[in-house]
């Protein structure tokens, strides 16, 4: 069965890039979603279909997917970016979710 | 605004049954479906399901399949996730979604709040 796979974790320093990757067998040919989830609250979409922004998501959030890796940049990390992100495709009608990386900014 | 509003925590023993509300609000209920995710404590995201508030289809994650099942009620613009033959792996905060629909795809835009559904004897 299809997976998608993220490490699980990442640290920045604030004002630094942050990219998390996610992988999967020939994930570019798919699209793939981002989700921010900060700790105890509920998950909110940052990216859409690759590299769209919803309404909202400031512009240092893009994303790009090509080949086996899809990734979602920070730029300008700032604290209130600390979250678990988790990417998203579908396969054989199926939503999956890789495992989600803790983004920790120090 | 956008808004889903969900019922609250629920406990309940082994083999029983669990019903989730999700009540929406703010945008044309029959133009988007709904998505069930859960979490389980300290784990990721787990799709559950999917059903259309249009026309009522569903697409149940396999691993459910035979135990779940998703209605939605046009009138009261509320969609359901009923979990049957409850375990305790069942346990978990399941979240609704609206889903906006693309091809044979969908993404969640607006989530719930979360029940926190708990199984123990």
């Known amino acids: 069965s299809y997976e998608v796979t993220q490490a699980p974790s990442v640290s920045v320093s604030p004002g630094q890039t942050a990219s998390i990757t996610c992988s999967g067998d020939k994930l570019g040919n798919k699209y793939v979603y981002w989700y921010q989830q900060k700790a105890g609250q509920s998950p909110v979409l940052v990216i859409y279909?690759?590299?769209q922004r919803p309404s909202g998501i400031p512009e240092r959030f893009s994303g790009s997917n090509s080949g086996n890796t899809a990734t979602l940049t920070i730029s300008g990390t700032q604290v209130l970016d600390e979250a678990d992100y988790y990417c998203q495709a579908w396969d054989s009608s199926t939503a999956l979710f890789g495992g989600g990386t803790k983004l920790t900014v120090l | 605004q956008v808004q889903l509003m969900q019922s609250g925590t629920e406990v309940k023993k082994p083999g029983a049954s669990v019903k989730v509300s999700c009540k929406a609000s703010g945008y044309t209920f029959t133009a988007y479906g709904f998505s069930w995710v859960r979490q389980a404590p300290g784990q990721g995201l787990e799709w559950v399901g999917w059903i259309s508030a249009h026309n009522g289809n569903t697409n149940y994650a396999q691993k459910l399949q035979g135990r779940v099942a998703m209605t939605t009620d046009t009138s009261t613009n509320t969609a359901y996730m009923e979990l049957r033959s409850l375990k305790s792996d069942d346990t978990a905060v399941y979240f609704c979604a609206r889903g906006v629909a693309v091809a044979d795809e969908y993404y969640f835009d607006f989530w719930g709040q979360g029940t926190l559904v708990t199984v123990s004897s």
């Open positions: 279909h690759n590299i």
